[in-house]
């Protein structure tokens, strides 16, 4: 089913918590990608560009879930193409973790010890 994203957007209104990701095309600026969550690191919902509704007034992004990360894909209204950034699975780990864990180098490691 295709959805406009206006109509992804309001679906999340009234959830509580929710993290929304974006990701634009780096040409026209416009959102290709959306990712909803409701918690860092957790799998959540995936929304890609798959059509197009071209009007009189401007251009309409339909988007289809699915997983998007990493799929190649061709921005519907300037046409530059590119695959989309790949998901890091560890980066909600390394986030959770202290400033001074994340921080660290080998050598205050070592000294630690």
């Not at 969550?37 to 059509?51: A, F, H, M, T």
Request: aromatic share 8%; glycine share 8%; hydrophobic share 35%.
């Amino acid at each position: 089913m295709l959805l406009f994203e206006s109509t992804i957007l309001d679906s999340v209104k009234g959830r509580g918590h929710t993290l929304v990701r974006k990701q634009q095309c780096l040409g026209c600026s416009k959102v290709l990608a959306i990712e909803i969550n409701s918690k860092l690191g957790k799998r959540g919902e995936y929304y890609s560009v798959k059509d197009v509704n071209r009007t009189r007034f401007g251009v309409d992004f339909l988007f289809e879930k699915g997983v998007w990360f990493g799929n190649y894909i061709r921005c519907p209204n300037c046409g530059r193409e590119g695959r989309l950034p790949m998901d890091k699975p560890l980066a909600a780990e390394e986030i959770a973790k202290p400033k001074e864990v994340r921080n660290a180098n080998k050598e205050n490691i070592r000294k630690a010890k």
